[in-house]
């Protein structure tokens, strides 16, 4: 995920995401018209300065050699092999997908809770959250001419449903929002169908998030917007889309890229297209749900903290594995691998898994508002949401000097050949605390199909590897207990 | 598609999927006797003796270089560029999928017999030929244990309906017809489910052909079986399957790679697994349908034929785009190509849209019954049925002899790289004819992801490219052209 800031090429499509409750607008506005002005992000300045000299702390860091093989060995190649699989499967293949709002998502959270402290995590709790609540309820698009097709849909999240029986009207299809403004005059009580390419997540997910509005400026009863993905074999992909106050509200879903095609080759011989949409789907008041806890308390210094986190919550499609299951369960291994080799920090690691990220950071955001104060013992913040598929390293967001330290850390993964360090950590859920200064680490990995998957029926434990999910633990376990145990905090 | 002759390496699947009728079944159980037996096909026969020395036909061959050139420009570079491709889109966009007995199946033989006489083609007409009619219906699986999930299925061709109200049934989940048989004491009563590992379409296919007769012999109520595919995106694949005379007859449909790997891991955890299957499908008597024709008439010999073909029918899913709308297009358009260069060859240039391939290839069947007696005068059988993707050359069976012209003939193709001339043909619809010793050819492309979307709603026209299909055609006209002018016809 992650549309992409010009100057510093940080991705933060969560970002264009996070336009829910009336704060997250402000943040996400903030980091638009960062995006927009080609502004680097508040990663991108220069570094602050730092006590101990570099050359010591390197030296600290090679220091961990051993233990970093000892976290390796356990994960990859031991006792712990294939746990983060194993745990993922069976944590989703009980529960299923996990909505906000949703009984699947509270389930999900009292599996995990119930987990963590079975397996005798430390300060196991729950902190509360008010989350969304859209339900997609029944949904059906039918067309009817030029002749009767079905077309597999997926409502977008926020989205309001049709009158009952349906919206039945002539289509409009365009490639870009160029083109909708051009033939603003043909959309009045249209359907506008968007088949605009595939670029990038972060380019082409402006369509879903902001397609339903700008049909709406000019007219349009509703939108249905080809899924953002590169490849599709007739599979719809769901996602948040934003109203815009002051702008009716229509009912919007995605359509597959086939279907999507097929209307532009239609359109092209000038055939009039009509479709019969019908969508059940409702924002219902906002409702309960928890971030979920657990720690290795620090030794020696238990009020800082290394974060280490993934979200809990999912589409209400499929079983949500690979967003975010995956990066969930091996925030929650790492922290079983560690006490499984007895290794307590100086600092507290503390696991959070997120609830209601998909609407927009909400858990996370909630979170940050809570323990702001506290920020200056915020050593590191962590996500993996990009899936847990071949791990080549981290994306690291903070200042050169802890990117130095961050870099010697690598090394100790070379064993894996896991040393890469990339520039900027992306992740919808430690993004306030990266823009306040916190460095911020994520989960880099071979992610080429990860849209293929994204969002859609196809995120299933298929899509995950054993030996993948192993490496990614190790890696994940490795960098959070080195930073938590070297003498200093990283400097900002 | 095909399984293989272990000797000759021929794939012949769709000789497993021949078994609807009886004289089929007699085929199809000699060519499944052959694979088992390891046994060579009438393709891998020693050659016979010919007239014209090679040295003089290679010399022949050679001066069609300049003609070669002139098909390839019109068809890559020249005013027939992505024609291929628009004629496909427009019937597949118009039609939509064609299944045999459909009414869709007869518009779509009105409008190739329509589009056929416009284009001012000869001897334009069609055949009648009494085919199979399988009705899906509505159809819906759920599991109901360990949890609530909506599995995605399509009911397998000629597979009996459930009784209204469905079925619900515990679940058993095997790997492989061994397992089944192992365990055939816990299968009274229970829905079979497959979740064998895809090897190669011809290997695995024979769970989708036989899973519902090999579960329903030790007692098993219904059976699904794991899509034939090395890739999914949740998404079920169809396709023909075999009841065995004197053994019960139970629904049979195919899940998810996906939802049957999951229902594996379920059963390892001791889980039990129940499942709610409904399906309204019928088998209707036979319906009317036709075989649909063209040709260029031969100005020397209009007796003998070299026949180019593909299937108008498909599965009543998607579009039928790949399987086989591209195959029989470029069929149509090779003529198309050599009727605007004002080429008639020698012999005739006859194109055959084949009905029903897709029931065990019923259309070419009655065709060869009906047309045999004139089998000396069938000079090359040709057919595409693997997908028009990227050509790569043709694959052909006939003799040594044949074999040697047909790599002369190839190399005219050197100025778009498609000269490979492979082992064996294949073409469920050409097989009657090559197991007779006729020549046959059929297209070979880069088809790496051809069963991703075989006989699903993936098959669209999304999986089409014109610049492939120009080619496609290209080669097709090229071959069909200079075999059926050449002085002699191909030795057998």
């Not at 940080?10 to 996070?18: L, R, S």
């Not at 336009?19 to 506005?29: I, N, P």
């Not at 929002?177 to 506008?192: D, N, Q, T, V």
């Amino acid at each position: 995920m992650g549309s992409i800031c010009r100057s510093c090429n940080q991705k933060d499509t969560e970002m264009i995401e996070n336009r829910g409750a009336t704060w997250r607008s402000v943040v996400s506005l903030a980091v638009l018209l960062c995006i927009m002005a080609q502004l680097p992000h508040s990663c991108c300045r220069p570094p602050s300065s730092h006590g101990k000299p570099f050359r010591d702390i390197a030296e600290e860091v090679a220091g961990y050699k051993n233990v970093a093989k000892k976290i390796i060995d356990l994960a990859v190649y031991g006792k712990a092999q294939n746990r983060s699989y194993e745990k993922l499967a069976a944590f989703t293949d009980t529960i299923g997908n996990r909505m906000s709002g949703s009984q699947n998502l509270e389930l999900a959270i009292k599996y995990m809770y119930n987990a963590l402290r079975q397996e005798g995590l430390e300060n196991v709790h729950l902190e509360p959250v008010k989350v969304p609540f859209w339900v997609r309820g029944e949904e059906r698009a039918e067309m009817l001419q030029p002749r009767n097709h079905t077309l597999a849909i997926l409502g977008l999240g926020s989205s309001i449903g049709t009158p009952k029986g349906g919206i039945e009207a002539e289509v409009l299809v365009v490639e870009s929002f160029e083109e909708l403004k051009r033939r603003a005059a043909e959309a009045k009580g249209k359907i506008i169908v968007y088949n605009q390419p595939f670029v990038s997540y972060g380019e082409t997910v402006q369509y879903r998030a902001f397609g339903a509005t700008e049909a709406a400026k000019i007219g349009a009863v509703a939108s249905l917007i080809r899924s953002i993905t590169p490849f599709s074999i007739n599979n719809p992909h769901t996602g948040w889309q934003d109203y815009q106050e002051g702008v009716p509200k229509i009912p919007t879903a995605c359509l597959t890229v086939e279907d999507a095609q097929m209307m532009t080759r239609m359109a092209q011989r000038g055939q009039k297209i009509v479709i019969r949409l019908s969508m059940e789907a409702r924002n219902l008041p906002d409702a309960d749900s928890f971030n979920t806890v657990a720690e290795i308390t620090g030794r020696e210094h238990p009020e800082q903290v290394v974060l280490i986190s993934g979200h809990l919550d999912s589409w209400d499609v499929a079983q949500g594995a690979m967003d975010d299951g995956g990066g969930a369960v091996i925030s929650w291994e790492a922290l079983s691998l560690l006490r499984d080799l007895g290794l307590r920090p100086r600092r507290t690691l503390r696991t959070v898994l997120w609830t209601a990220e998909e609407q927009g950071g909400v858990g996370a955001a909630q979170y940050y508002q809570l323990h702001k104060v506290n920020i200056s013992n915020f050593d590191l913040v962590m996500e993996s949401d990009m899936g847990t598929f071949r791990p080549l390293g981290i994306q690291f967001s903070g200042t050169q000097q802890a990117r130095a330290i961050m870099r010697e850390v690598m090394k100790l993964l070379q064993p894996i050949n896991t040393t890469a360090l990339e520039e900027h950590s992306e992740g919808t859920d430690i993004n306030p605390w990266m823009e306040a200064g916190v460095p911020g680490a994520s989960l880099h990995t071979k992610d080429r199909k990860y849209f293929w998957f994204h969002h859609s029926n196809g995120d299933t434990m298929s899509v995950q590897e054993p030996t993948e999910m192993n490496l990614c633990a190790a890696v994940w376990a490795t960098v959070a207990y080195v930073i938590a145990d070297l003498e200093e905090m990283l400097p900002r």
